[in-house]
């Protein structure tokens, strides 16, 4: 099946500064990658998310970037702000399939 | 509705008890998934449902967890016997197609056993 992993486990950056969370995946059949913004006690909230068809694509502050052939994926947050700060996972699937998670990113934005 | 609904939000439960946490969708969405998230952890795979039929339950840990949805819409996980590593929240979700496409999460069941 499929295998996620995510890094950094955590990551503090100053406001303003950009923040970069990367992830691997295992099953070269997977074609849809969400990522997914966490508060604490909240929901998982998507927050943008890109298909294989495509190696790029930026939301505002928020980009993401895909490697189908190095099987690697990565989140980039520019300008950060204080209410940035959240448990950030990222997931791949095949879509038709189970979400497989990645363990998680903690970002904190320092004021 | 306006969004996914679970209910209870929390449930604090002896171990063995049997629980049943509710799940409901978006309306109109056929697709929806079960997850379990442990405190510190990323959402788990439990089961995935494709209208009324379970289109893959291989993330049901042991046969004390089942999950039906017999009209295609309302989903119940149902836990017997439960334990106290059962402990977590449990994440319900529902997409507009086949599979997981922009899917939304529920704000959980935090299921406790003590």
């Known amino acids: 099946g499929e295998n996620v992993e995510q890094h950094p486990s955590t990551l503090s950056v100053q406001e303003g500064d950009s923040a970069v969370i990367k992830c691997t995946y295992s099953?070269?059949?997977?074609?849809?990658f969400p990522w997914y913004k966490q508060e604490l006690g909240k929901r998982p909230q998507l927050i943008i998310d890109?298909?294989?068809?495509?190696g790029e694509k930026k939301d505002q502050r928020i980009a993401v970037t895909l490697n189908k052939t190095a099987k690697h994926f990565s989140l980039h947050i520019t300008e950060t702000q204080p209410e940035d700060s959240a448990v950030y996972f990222c997931a791949a699937t095949g879509g038709y399939q189970k979400v497989t998670f990645g363990t998680g990113t903690k970002l904190q934005v320092i004021p | 509705g306006a969004g996914v609904s679970q209910t209870p939000s929390n449930k604090v439960t002896e171990k063995g008890k049997y629980v049943e946490l509710r799940c409901d969708p978006i309306?109109?969405?056929?697709?929806l998934y079960w997850y379990r998230q442990s405190l510190g952890q990323g959402p788990e795979f439990l089961i995935y449902f494709q209208g009324t039929g379970a289109a893959d339950d291989s993330g049901l840990p042991n046969d004390r967890f089942f999950a039906v949805r017999p009209e295609g819409s309302v989903s119940t996980l149902k836990i017997q016997r439960t334990e106290r590593g059962d402990s977590a929240v449990y994440l319900c979700?529902?997409?507009?197609?086949?599979?997981?496409?922009?899917?939304?999460f529920g704000s959980g069941t935090r299921l406790t056993v003590v």
């Open positions: 099953d070269s059949a997977s074609n849809y």
């Open positions: 979700a529902s997409s507009p197609g086949q599979g997981a496409y922009g899917y939304t």
């Open positions: 309306s109109g969405h056929t697709a």
């Open positions: 890109i298909r294989s068809n495509v």
